[in-house]
Antibody, heavy 112, light 106 residues
Framework: QVQLVQSGAEVKRPGASVKVSCKAS????????LYWVRQAPGQGLEWMGA????????TTAQKFQGRVSMTRDTSTSTVYMELSSLRSEDTAVYYC?????WGQGTLVTVSS | DIQMTQSPSSLSASVGDRVTITCRAS??????LGWFQQKPGKAPKRLIY???SLQGGVPSRFSGSGSGTEFTLTISSLQPEDFATYYCLQHYTFPYTFGQGTKLEI
């Protein structure tokens, strides 16, 4: 079955960067877009961006442009999302998803 | 960006009730819409794709309808495990956008 397994929780200082990984299994990795969605505490779901099957095309919500980088490693079936210039408002659970399947989420806490 | 307006934001209901949640898109999105259920501390789960197709393993009491700009999620007879927050998501064009969510409470 399809599985998306994300890296563990992170605590970062304001201004730092965080890189979250998402390892896929149970399907042909190069056949599907993968997406990143985040959820701040007590808030709704927020779509961040997408990476295409080849990893050559990424699309990012305007809010995150210039701060987020999405990459994929087809040799390990893993996608990565790096968010830079972190601020307290970036404290959230970050999910990778194929829409029909979701990772377990990665809590990123930004605190001084 | 396409705005998804979801209503109501919260809803009180009882076991056995029929409930309907609505999403309205700011422009036509064909049937490129999904419905997701999220329980506290858990990842979302897709219930409906392509506006009206039931995801495998999802109970048949869930149904979706609509196309263009108006969409509904209906739960025909609420069960205790259905009390959760529900979101719509348009995937017609980037950036994809979620509705604000509907919290379904007892």
């Amino acid at each position: 079955q399809v599985q998306l397994v994300q890296s563990g929780a992170e605590v970062k200082r304001p201004g730092a960067s965080v890189k979250v990984s998402c390892k896929a299994s149970g399907y042909t990795f190069s056949d599907y877009y993968l997406y990143w969605v985040r959820q701040a505490p007590g808030q709704g779901l927020e779509w961040m961006g997408a990476i295409n099957p080849s990893g050559l095309i990424t699309t990012t919500a305007q809010k995150f442009q210039g701060r987020v980088s999405m990459t994929r490693d087809t040799s390990t079936s893993t996608v990565y999302m790096e968010l830079s210039s972190l601020r307290s408002e970036d404290t959230a659970v970050y999910y990778c998803t194929r829409l029909d399947s979701w990772g377990q989420g990665t809590l990123v806490t930004v605190s001084s | 960006d396409i705005q998804m307006t979801q209503s109501p934001s919260s809803l009180s209901a009882s076991v056995g009730d029929r409930v309907t949640i609505t999403c309205r898109a700011s422009q036509g999105i064909r049937s490129d819409l999904g419905w997701f259920q999220q329980k506290p501390g858990k990842a979302p789960k897709r219930l409906i794709y392509a506006a009206s197709s039931l995801q495998g393993g999802v109970p048949s009491r869930f149904s979706g309808s609509g196309s263009g700009t108006e969409f509904t999620l209906t739960i025909s007879s609420l069960q205790p495990e259905d009390f959760a927050t529900y979101y719509c998501l348009q995937h017609y064009t980037f950036p994809y956008t979620f509705g604000q969510g509907t919290k379904l409470e007892i």
